[in-house]
């Protein structure tokens, strides 16, 4: 059995899990999302708490027994809170700016760059360095996270680039003249 897979799931008030057919539906304040699941797991939901059940003991049933836990678990949280992923520009005269649905980065290129927004996801500028990416499912704001730093990574002789909130490049050093050297 998983040691991931078997924790309980507490569902906070206002959130509501259903099981059927093979789907689950996660409902709650911030919207609603579902995922089907396969293999032989089932979903037990007791009140304010909701069990992942693997059927058999076989080593694949073993392994999405922890994986369908940990994915169930994260959307209880999105629709009760929202993910959010941080990211900061580094350069000189580098920017970012929201054009309606439309992220403008300005970021070292010969032209402005274009991201735009996806369905179920909150892009904004706090400021010009600053991009926050946020909304209910936490693959999705990850993945459009990763999109956007993936337009210009951190290089590491000066660490200019995209990088996320917290993140630490690690800085090379540069190259040296050559002298005394025999």
């Known amino acids: 059995m ?11 008030a ?7 057919d093979g789907v689950v539906a996660v409902k709650g304040p911030k919207g609603s ?12 939901s007791e009140g304010a708490e909701v069990r992942v059940v693997a059927l058999d003991e076989k080593e694949n049933t073993n392994a999405l027994h922890g994986l369908y836990r940990a994915l169930i678990a994260d959307m209880v949280k999105g629709v009760a809170e929202g993910f959010v992923r941080g990211l900061e520009i580094k350069g000189v005269g580098w920017k970012a700016q929201m054009q309606g649905n439309k ?3 300005n970021v070292g290129f010969s032209h402005p760059v274009e991201f735009v927004q996806p369905e179920g996801i909150k892009i904004e500028c706090p ?3 600053e991009i926050s990416v946020s909304g209910i499912d936490k693959v999705l704001v990850g993945q459009v996270a990763a999109d956007l ?5 951190p290089e590491p002789y000066h660490g200019y680039g995209i ?3 917290g993140e630490h490049v ?3 050093e540069g190259k040296t003249s050559g002298k005394g050297k025999k």
Request: hydrophobic share 40%.
């Open 2 to 12: 998983s040691r991931i897979g078997k924790k309980v799931i507490a569902v906070p």
């Open 14 to 20: 206002g959130v509501s899990v259903n099981f059927a």
């Open 33 to 44: 999302l579902s995922r089907k699941i396969t293999g032989n797991i089932d979903v037990k």
């Open 103 to 105: 992220l403008v980065l």
């Open 127 to 129: 400021s010009p360095t």
């Open 149 to 153: 730093r993936a337009i210009r990574t």
């Open 163 to 165: 990088r996320y909130k």
């Open 170 to 172: 690690e800085h090379k």
